[in-house]
């Protein structure tokens, strides 16, 4: 039997992350995603434990400013485009710009010398990585699906999507639908 699961990775990393903290017993302050105050001073052995813990989850404590801020990027930009909530009617550049205080000029020669990529790849992995897991609820049209995602048009979105994962959207829905059925055959 298989399984289909709907969840928020923001919401996941920050329940982890809290209940990493409380079972460490370290007092803190959430600031924002990713990001906490520590209201007192961590014990060299009490900060190895707590970044051994989080590593089982792949969380790492970023120390650098260069990476912190690299982070508060990643972040801004995962929350642009999978909080409903977070609407952005200008151009991510500027939304980034913004957010972060920081020219966009800055922040993209930043991120590219950290990660060895552009911010715009970036956006574009979070977004075609949304419009899989929207694809998967079946609960939008490509229509939707594109217009939630900011693209011009369905075209746009089916372009990008075919040069990130090799396949077309469409072609992408024929396959989960598939996975579907054959799944409900070997489960009757």
Do not use: W
Not at 11 to 21: D, G, H, S
Not at 58 to 77: A, F, G, H, P, R
């Amino acid at each position: 039997m298989t399984l289909f699961f709907k969840f928020d990775f923001n919401a996941i990393c920050q329940i982890v992350l809290e209940q990493t903290l409380k079972d460490n017993d370290v007092k803190y302050k959430t600031i924002g995603f990713g990001e906490i105050e520590v209201l007192e001073k961590l014990s060299k052995d009490k900060q190895a434990a707590l970044e051994a813990a989080l590593s089982k989850y792949q969380i790492d404590i970023v120390e650098n400013q260069k990476s912190i801020l690299v982070q508060k990027i990643k972040d801004t930009i995962i929350d642009m485009v999978f909080n409903e909530d977070t609407v952005v009617n200008v151009k991510s550049s500027v939304y980034l710009a913004e957010t972060l205080e920081h020219s966009y000029g800055y922040l993209s020669n930043l991120f590219s010398e950290v990660t060895y990529t552009s911010i715009e790849h970036f956006i574009i992995l979070q977004k075609i990585e949304f419009a899989k897991q929207l694809i998967i609820k079946q609960e939008f049209s490509l229509t939707e699906i594109a217009f939630r995602l900011n693209y011009s048009s369905v075209a746009h979105l089916s372009t990008q999507f075919k040069n990130t994962t090799g396949i077309t959207p469409s072609a992408f829905q024929r396959i989960i639908t598939k996975r579907r059925e054959l799944n409900q055959q070997n489960n009757q």
